[in-house]
């Protein structure tokens, strides 16, 4: 072994005291271990779509794969530095680290065990990495790869001048050139060592330039492959070894890479991968899927769409109740057969409508599973994940993996939590996790690695606001730029909503001078066909205007009566109406309104409250009951009044004999009618037509605070004015949104114009907000296509809070969760009445409720915490050795189940939920 040799191999990657044995892990091991990693990963891992995008500037797949792996190989060269080498052990072993030192001094680098680096923090080691690449002549694009591999990519001026000004950090001393040879000469032992692994002869054979959004995937893909190199074990529970440091006494020539990397592959992949085959007969499959064969509408789209040959954006505009589900779910197969890919996302509105959807995709990805005698990975993907009752009793794939006649299953795979949870194929969520796209913070590379792969499905996409919408179209416009097929499902589209949509992929996918390069049909943005399918086929935007009949079954003609009446007689006239039996629904705009009206229900008629203050257990219930007792194949009692705010307008397969709303745009209004009359059963005689009541119209221009103040003066104006008597379902409903989102043919009426400045004030308001902390588009300059800086003046890291990613996405305020508990004499309870000390950790922690932002301002946020904090340490110490518990908040309730917070009154009751009053002051 040469001297040079020897050096390279005594640096260490990584070291630790287990056991009381001194472990470590050679540097030249650790390198290997990830160019063993991204290797597999490229071939076995990421699926034909993604490395379609990736082969763009290489040769040939041959050329590729040698890029990918020397990136593995070379990713933390910067350790081959005196800077990280005479770094502490997280542990502060001083014997430890002084033998790895000593061990390097006696292999030929004089005086490291001396050496004063007092400047070491500002030459990471991801960073000198980068420095030294760039020292060699590597390009500007595959260095800052390099540099970013820990997340977050640096500036060009970070790397500028650091030979310079931080010389010793690199070659121990100043001005000894002795030993800036022997450091030279390792590192560049360890590069030729890198590129021999990788298959390439010299740095010459490196690629000269990437494009910017294949450098975000191969960043992701690179921190993936670090982040499961330097996984010494499977889980927390160390049962499984991966990739495990070495004995003290054991070099980096007694370790045998392949077996160990072939090992620890074999326990990490335990998830069989999923081949989407062609759909050849949309019926057979509709009946292999769901047991019924499509309804014209689903046919006419699901033929259309399999018939996409390049498949880009497709906009599914289709009625209430018509099995959009389906045809998104069948296109998902169709698409990611043709484009390569082996995965899904669905992101929805809210947790509600993201339960109920999990639900239908989990019996989809079940039926396939089974069908390929597959283990297929699910992830639920919001923040009250832990409490849905499927995935929570869904088996773990490392439990399956182990029993060998066990195939055909939806599992869970725990290695993929946290930010590696978008890596799951499959996932249903929010729409937050994709809207996050958008957002500077740092590992955001791995979150773009993730969805490239899927196939993206966002539904209710008429549900978001500008704030929402700002960042939905930044990631759709990055999808296209990684050609993702993405299906976006809404019954109530504004057309410039399509044409927003269609024009942020198509940005992506082709540059800013995209209509030079697309084919465009005559009048497409003009089109309000209604059903309407509108597709991108690589260069070809098309559109199917031609469904046929509808079907009886989805018409309706709907009475619409405009009710303007105080609370008590809205209940009086509620309980009129459903007096011979009948489920009346009433939708208004604020929890407050719910909780009063639902006081107002008389005690002898069943009554079901649904809105978002309800403890996550008591939601969870509330849903599944309230789908159980008036879904599709519900039992339904006699009588029954259903009190909800915005929650049961999106998604919930519900069906009213009466609706009452609140005023509201015309999108949402529809959204609600969705829910009446849905399906096609007997009804009572009195309500054998569908009838909505209108409430909240005072007069043309006057809606009351409260709805004003959520949606502005200017679009309940214009549905005030377009709302007919009767609306016809579906045929109406396009041209009714058309209206009321329409600029072009305002009303002229003075109230109406300064309604609509207010209105476009307060939306580019909004976009500006949202744009403070979004990443720049996908450049396609020859001059600007590394990602250096990419991520600079990055939003702070929001991941590992549930409020803060919703906060930063949504434009709310940011509040408080708490554990809602009472007190019960000297005994601490949950408020179904089970003693603390009597319930398991993991049901306490279910009992969370959100603080509603009124009492908590973000002015006094940071102070009602530490209130909370401290609260919750004096009564329970023990939280915070809870696996469970750690961190959270308690709210202690008295026996009546009210309590005095920050000059409030709250209460909570099983039937309306959370309620706040301010203080009397005197």
């Known amino acids: 072994m040469t ?8 640096l260490w990657a990584k070291k630790n005291v287990q056991d009381g044995q001194p472990m470590w892990l050679p540097l030249i091991v650790h390198l290997m271990d990830t160019k063993n990693v991204i290797g597999w990963l490229y071939n076995h891992w990421i699926d034909d779509g993604q ?29 081959a530095t005196p800077a990280f080498q005479t770094k502490k052990s997280y542990i502060r072993d001083d014997e430890l680290d002084d033998y790895l030192v000593r061990r390097l001094v006696e292999s030929g680098l004089d005086g490291l065990d001396s050496a004063l680096l007092e400047s070491r923090k500002h030459s990471p080691h991801n960073l000198a990495g980068e420095v030294l690449l760039r020292d060699w002549d590597v390009s500007e694009e595959v260095c800052a790869v390099i540099g970013g591999h820990h997340g977050k990519p640096f500036n060009v001026v970070d790397v500028d001048n650091q030979l310079e000004d931080y010389t010793s950090n690199y070659f121990q001393r100043d001005s000894d050139c002795n030993l800036r040879r022997k450091w ?11 590129l021999s692994a990788s298959g390439y002869d010299s740095l010459a054979d490196l690629p000269e330039k990437i494009g910017q959004p294949q450098a975000v995937l191969f960043e992701g893909l690179l921190i993936m492959s670090d982040w499961l190199a330097s996984s010494e074990y499977l889980d927390n529970s160390h049962h499984t070894p991966m990739f495990p440091l070495i004995d003290i006494e054991e070099s980096a020539s007694d370790v045998d890479l392949d077996s160990r990397y072939r090992s620890a592959i074999t326990n990490w ?27 014209n509408v689903q046919k006419i789209m699901s033929d259309a769409i399999g018939r996409i040959r390049k498949p880009g954006i497709v906009v599914i505009e289709a009625p209430m109740g018509i099995g959009k589900t389906e045809i998104a779910l069948t296109a998902a197969e169709q698409l990611a057969y043709i484009s390569g890919r082996d995965g899904l996302y669905i992101g929805l509105p809210t947790q509600a409508t993201t339960n109920a959807m999990f639900d239908r995709v989990n019996e989809w990805l079940k039926n396939i599973a089974e069908e390929d005698d597959e283990n297929i990975s699910i992830r639920l993907m919001h923040g009250k994940t832990m409490f849905n009752q499927t995935y929570s009793h869904l088996p773990h794939a490392e439990n399956i993996a182990d029993e060998d006649d066990a195939h055909g299953a939806v599992t869970v795979n725990s290695w993929f939590s946290g930010k590696k949870s978008i890596l799951t194929k499959f996932t249903v969520g929010t729409i937050d996790n994709l809207l996050l796209m958008g957002l500077k913070q740092k590992h955001l590379f791995l979150r773009h690695l993730g969805f490239s792969g899927k196939v993206v499905v966002i539904d209710e996409a008429h549900a978001y606001d500008a704030y929402m919408n700002s960042y939905l179209y930044k990631a759709i416009e990055w999808l296209g730029a990684y050609h993702v097929p993405v299906v976006v499902l809404s019954a109530t589209l504004p057309k410039d909503k399509r044409i927003q949509l269609f024009g942020s992929y198509l940005r992506g996918k082709f540059g800013k001078k995209w209509k030079g390069k697309v084919i465009l049909p005559d009048n497409w943005e003009s089109e309000e066909a209604y059903p309407l399918l509108s597709y991108l086929d690589g260069t070809h935007v098309g559109q199917v205007t031609d469904f046929g009949d509808v079907g009886a079954g989805q018409k309706k003609s709907v009475h619409i009566h405009r009710f303007d009446a105080s609370d008590e007689e809205l209940m009086k006239n509620v309980l009129e109406m459903i007096h011979d039996g009948g489920i009346a629904g009433i939708i208004v705009n604020t929890v407050k309104r719910a909780q009063k009206l639902a006081e107002l229900v008389p005690g002898d008629v069943k009554l079901m409250v649904l809105h978002s203050a309800f403890l996550a257990p008591d939601r969870a219930k509330k849903e599944k009951k309230l789908q159980d007792t008036i879904g599709k194949h519900g039992n339904r009692p006699q009588r029954m009044i259903v009190i909800g705010t915005q929650v049961l307008e999106q998604s919930l397969d519900i069906d009213f004999d009466v609706l009452y709303t609140d005023i509201a745009p015309m999108d949402l209004i529809l959204q609600r009618i969705g829910r009446l009359h849905r399906h096609g059963i007997r009804r009572p005689e009195k309500l054998t037509e569908p009838q909505t009541y209108v409430m909240g119209i005072n007069e043309f221009g006057d809606y009351g605070d409260a709805n004003e103040g959520i949606y502005g003066r200017y679009l309940l104006m214009k549905t005030d004015y377009y709302l007919k008597d009767r609306i016809d379902i579906p045929k109406d409903i396009s ?87 009472k007190r019960n004499g000297d005994d601490y309870e949950i408020l179904d009445g089970g003693k603390l000390s009597d319930t398991d950790s993991k049901r306490i922690a279910e009992q969370l409720i959100r603080i509603p932002s009124a009492v908590i301002s973000e002015y006094n946020i940071d102070k009602a915490i530490r209130k909370l904090e401290k609260k919750t340490r004096i009564l329970f110490p023990e939280w915070e050795d809870d696996v469970w518990l750690k961190g959270a908040l308690a709210m202690v309730l008295d026996a009546d189940l009210r309590a005095d917070f920050d000059g409030w009154h709250l209460g909570y009751s099983d039937k309306c939920g959370l309620s706040y009053e301010r203080n009397d002051v005197d």
């Open 3 to 10: 001297n040079i040799k020897r050096m390279a191999y005594s």
């Open 51 to 79: 490395r379609e995008v990736m082969r763009e500037n290489f040769d040939s797949e041959e050329e590729l794969l040698k890029f990918v792996r020397f990136l593995g190989a070379v990713h933390d060269i910067g350790k």
């Open 184 to 194: 030279s000469s390792i590192q560049k032992y360890l590069l030729k060592e890198v």
């Open 269 to 295: 992949d335990r998830d069989d991968s999923v081949q989407f085959g062609p759909v050849f007969d949309v019926d057979s499959n509709y009946e292999k899927r769901w047991g019924f064969k499509p309804r």
């Open 735 to 821: 041209s009714l949104v058309q209206k009321v989102y329409r600029e072009d043919d305002d009303l002229c009426d003075e109230e109406l114009e300064k309604a609509r400045n207010e209105f476009q004030d307060r939306k580019e308001k909004a976009i500006r907000k949202a744009s403070a902390f979004q990443i720049s588009p996908p450049s396609y300059s020859k001059r600007k296509s590394s990602i250096h800086g990419w991520l600079n003046r990055d939003k702070a890291d929001v991941s590992n809070s549930d409020q803060r990613v919703s906060a930063a996405v949504r434009d709310i305020d940011e509040t408080i969760e708490v554990v809602l508990l």
